[in-house]
């Protein structure tokens, strides 16, 4: 559970690796840092999100690589963000003292947020004082793979042998030999180390101070446009400035989450790298951000969406962040893997799958940019009618849904009901600016995919809509969000039967929901899963459309109670230990806190 001031509690390890739900984010806008609980950065990629891990212990132990300050004798630790901020805090306990470390990627003195450009510095501040007692403390730099060091500049220059591009500077304010270096401390000493990757100077000022503060008060400035009235306040603002973690300021791309290959379930396959920018992520992320007061943001991922898709020429489900294609998957073997989870992968395989959901994702986000006040050239549009001619007849074809089935897949219905938002939204587009377009027609058969999906994906027996056109009886989380998008009204019959279909037959207790049955809906993958968080929240925004408000509000408070102490949240939950599982912390999990909680919020106070 989020707490902003938690207790100390024993610093704890799983094979040799640390619990997820032990790790804090730190962000720039263009990386990601993971801090644990001992006081290790397990998980950094530099110069940017997707690129080669500097430190990836996360994912093997003893030859990933890390970054830790930490005491000797360490026993217990807590972890909490300063308020409104990206500073991390993690005091570290051990018998005979207390150590306070402070970490932040820092940012520029008076930047701001809102503006699609860099504001990091390309530094890594580490600030370790001693609170009370005495201890040992050791500082230790070890990127993957070993690097070269040099003394310069009242430093260490470091060359990681994997990266020969990349030059680091680490700087101390105690004397520094290489890159494991120990000190004994006592209570009011202090050691602060700034690693930086950007230009080096040779009298830069090395003030660790100053550089937290403008850190602060630029994510402080930022908090300043959120506004929310709804449940679990805290949470949602935590939430807000996760997701601002995992957004690419300079390209207005949102990551699906920092990291790769992290399992769901333990010991399992399904280990992807979700580094990159998918398009329903920020067709979701706008909707959520929009309605807590970050206009800004919502514009930046509508515009790169746009820019995106016109440069590639083709729809494609995910990109790169400056919008380019994503590499190819490929499996390391050199790692083995969080928990000794094999395959590590770089890349994502689903990159070229046929997903028909991106036909209405694309069109949702022009028409949400239309409406924010933006323009369309007259070239982009004939490239979004064509995208509506062609999600007329696609959702005839068999594709690999929401979910990324890696088999043949299936007509599945989600995925025609996202072929309905192409069509509506071009509709709303050429009425709305006079564009020309097939506009009878789209409305036509938008009008029948709509009924279609009433009906053919209907199960008379089982009473609910169906995962695929073809009926069955067979459910799938995803249906939860047909009236999300707009398909079909959340309380029409067979919608509301269908909800408790869902909630019934994917449950996994707790108010937790599977995505889908495994032997029910195959996906061409050994193995189950966990509990999809995002899942319990659709259910959430269903109940409240049903006029169900304090269920609603019942499974939203425990959805919630479910983050870790410093507010994030894993894409899936362990249903029986609780545990975080798959890539942390996950965008679309704090989407769910953030449009869950304004629809609840809403519906109080009586307003849609």
Same mark, same amino acid.
């Given at each position: 559970?989020?707490?902003?001031?938690?207790?100390?509690?024993?610093?704890?390890?799983?094979?040799?690796?640390?619990?997820?739900?032990?790790?804090?984010?730190?962000?720039?806008?263009?990386?990601?840092?993971?801090?644990?609980?001992?006081?290790?950065?397990?998980?950094?990629?530099?110069?940017?999100?997707?690129?080669?891990?500097?430190?990836?212990?996360?994912?093997?132990?003893?030859?990933?690589?890390?970054?830790?300050?930490?005491?000797?004798?360490?026993?217990?630790?807590?972890?909490?963000?300063?308020?409104?901020?990206?500073?991390?805090?993690?005091?570290?306990?051990?018998? =005979?003292?207390?150590?306070?470390?402070?970490?932040?990627?820092?940012?520029?003195?008076?930047?701001?947020?809102?503006?699609?450009?860099?504001?990091? *510095?390309?530094?890594?501040? *580490?600030?370790?004082?001693?609170?009370?007692?005495?201890?040992?403390?050791?500082?230790?730099?070890?990127?993957?793979?070993?690097?070269? $060091?040099?003394?310069?500049?009242?430093?260490?220059?470091?060359?990681?042998?994997?990266?020969?591009?990349?030059?680091?500077?680490?700087?101390?304010?105690?004397?520094?030999?290489?890159?494991?270096?120990?000190?004994?401390?006592?209570?009011?000493?202090?050691?602060?180390?700034?690693?930086?990757?950007?230009?080096? &100077?040779?009298?830069?000022?090395?003030?660790?101070?100053?550089?937290?503060?403008?850190?602060?008060?630029?994510?402080?400035?930022?908090?300043?446009?959120?506004?929310?009235?709804?449940?679990?306040?805290?949470?949602?603002?935590?939430?807000?400035?996760?997701?601002?973690?995992?957004?690419?300021?300079?390209?207005?791309?949102?990551?699906?989450?920092?990291?790769?290959?992290?399992?769901?379930?333990?010991?399992?396959?399904?280990?992807?790298?979700?580094?990159?920018?998918?398009?329903?992520?920020?067709?979701?992320?706008?909707?959520?951000?929009?309605?807590?007061?970050?206009?800004?943001? $919502?514009?930046?991922?509508?515009?790169?969406?746009?820019?995106?898709?016109?440069?590639?020429?083709?729809?494609?489900?995910?990109?790169?962040?400056?919008?380019?294609?994503?590499?190819?998957?490929?499996?390391?073997?050199?790692?083995?893997?969080?928990?000794?989870?094999?395959?590590?992968?770089?890349?994502?395989?689903?990159?070229?799958?046929?997903?028909?959901?991106?036909?209405?994702?694309?069109?949702?986000?022009?028409?949400?940019?239309?409406?924010?006040?933006?323009?369309?050239?007259?070239?982009?549009?004939?490239?979004?009618?064509?995208?509506?001619?062609?999600?007329?007849?696609?959702?005839?074809?068999?594709?690999?849904?929401?979910?990324?089935?890696?088999?043949?897949?299936?007509?599945?219905?989600?995925?025609?009901?996202? @072929?309905?938002?192409?069509?509506?939204?071009?509709?709303?587009?050429?009425?709305?600016?006079?564009?020309?377009?097939?506009?009878?027609?789209?409305?036509?058969?938008?009008?029948?995919?709509?009924?279609?999906?009433?009906?053919?994906?209907?199960?008379?027996?089982?009473?609910?809509?169906?995962?695929?056109?073809?009926?069955?009886?067979?459910?799938?989380?995803?249906?939860?969000?047909?009236?999300?998008?707009?398909?079909?009204?959340?309380?029409?019959?067979?919608?509301?039967?269908?909800?408790?279909?869902?909630?019934?037959?994917?449950?996994?207790?707790?108010?937790?929901?599977?995505?889908?049955? &495994? =032997?029910?809906?195959?996906?061409?993958?050994?193995? =189950?899963?966990?509990?999809?968080?995002? @899942?319990?929240?659709?259910?959430?925004?269903?109940?409240?459309?049903?006029?169900?408000?304090?269920?609603?509000?019942?499974?939203?408070?425990?959805? @919630?109670?479910?983050?870790?102490?410093?507010?994030?949240?894993?894409?899936?939950?362990?249903?029986?230990?609780?545990?975080?599982?798959?890539?942390?912390?996950?965008?679309?999990?704090?989407?769910?806190?953030?449009?869950?909680?304004?629809?609840?919020?809403?519906? *109080?106070?009586?307003?849609?």
């Amino acid at each position: 559970m989020y707490d902003p001031d938690p207790p100390f509690r024993p610093v704890r390890r799983r094979d040799g690796y640390m619990p997820l739900e032990d790790l804090g984010l730190i962000g720039d806008g263009t990386t990601a840092a993971l801090v644990g609980l001992d006081g290790s950065i397990p998980w950094m990629c530099l110069p940017r999100f997707d690129s080669e891990p500097l430190f990836c212990g996360l994912l093997d132990h003893s030859r990933g690589g890390h970054f830790t300050v930490a005491p000797e004798g360490l026993v217990e630790a807590r972890q909490w963000y300063v308020r409104d901020t990206g500073v991390l805090v993690t005091d570290l306990r051990t018998p =005979d003292g207390v150590v306070r470390l402070t970490d932040a990627l820092t940012l520029r003195p008076g930047a701001d947020l809102t503006d699609d450009t860099p504001a990091g *510095r390309a530094e890594l501040v *580490r600030s370790a004082q001693v609170l009370s007692g005495h201890v040992r403390l050791r500082a230790d730099l070890r990127p993957r793979g070993g690097a070269q $060091a040099r003394a310069l500049f009242s430093g260490v220059e470091v060359r990681p042998y994997r990266q020969r591009g990349l030059r680091l500077h680490l700087r101390g304010s105690r004397p520094l030999e290489g890159l494991r270096n120990s000190y004994d401390m006592r209570e009011g000493d202090r050691l602060d180390l700034v690693l930086s990757w950007g230009r080096f &100077h040779r009298h830069h000022r090395f003030d660790t101070d100053a550089m937290l503060a403008a850190t602060g008060e630029a994510w402080r400035r930022w908090m300043t446009g959120f506004t929310y009235e709804g449940p679990e306040e805290p949470l949602v603002r935590r939430a807000a400035l996760s997701l601002k973690m995992c957004d690419d300021w300079s390209n207005g791309s949102l990551v699906a989450a920092p990291t790769s290959s992290l399992p769901a379930p333990i010991g399992g396959i399904r280990n992807w790298d979700y580094r990159y920018a998918w398009i329903r992520d920020a067709a979701f992320a706008v909707f959520a951000l929009r309605r807590i007061g970050f206009q800004g943001e $919502a514009d930046s991922f509508l515009g790169w969406v746009l820019d995106a898709f016109e440069q590639s020429g083709r729809p494609r489900i995910m990109y790169t962040l400056d919008g380019l294609a994503v590499p190819d998957e490929m499996v390391d073997g050199e790692l083995e893997g969080y928990r000794r989870s094999a395959p590590v992968r770089w890349g994502n395989g689903a990159t070229d799958q046929r997903q028909h959901d991106v036909y209405g994702e694309i069109l949702d986000c022009a028409d949400q940019w239309l409406l924010a006040g933006g323009e369309i050239q007259p070239g982009l549009w004939s490239s979004l009618a064509g995208l509506a001619d062609q999600a007329a007849t696609a959702w005839r074809e068999p594709d690999q849904g929401i979910w990324e089935v890696r088999n043949e897949g299936d007509a599945f219905t989600y995925s025609a009901g996202l @072929c309905h938002v192409a069509l509506d939204r071009a509709v709303r587009i050429a009425e709305r600016h006079g564009l020309p377009g097939r506009v009878e027609e789209w409305r036509a058969a938008a009008d029948e995919l709509r009924e279609l999906i009433l009906n053919r994906s209907w199960d008379e027996d089982a009473k609910t809509l169906s995962v695929s056109l073809s009926g069955g009886g067979a459910v799938d989380a995803s249906l939860l969000a047909l009236p999300l998008r707009g398909v079909v009204p959340v309380d029409h019959p067979r919608m509301v039967a269908t909800t408790a279909a869902v909630a019934e037959r994917l449950s996994a207790g707790g108010g937790l929901l599977y995505r889908y049955l &495994h =032997d029910e809906s195959p996906d061409g993958l050994d193995g =189950d899963e966990g509990a999809f968080l995002l @899942c319990s929240f659709w259910l959430v925004d269903n109940l409240v459309g049903q006029g169900r408000l304090d269920e609603a509000e019942e499974l939203y408070v425990s959805l @919630c109670a479910r983050a870790g102490t410093t507010g994030l949240l894993s894409e899936q939950i362990h249903p029986s230990t609780g545990e975080f599982m798959g890539n942390f912390p996950q965008a679309f999990s704090h989407i769910g806190v953030i449009a869950s909680g304004v629809t609840l919020g809403r519906a *109080r106070a009586g307003r849609r």
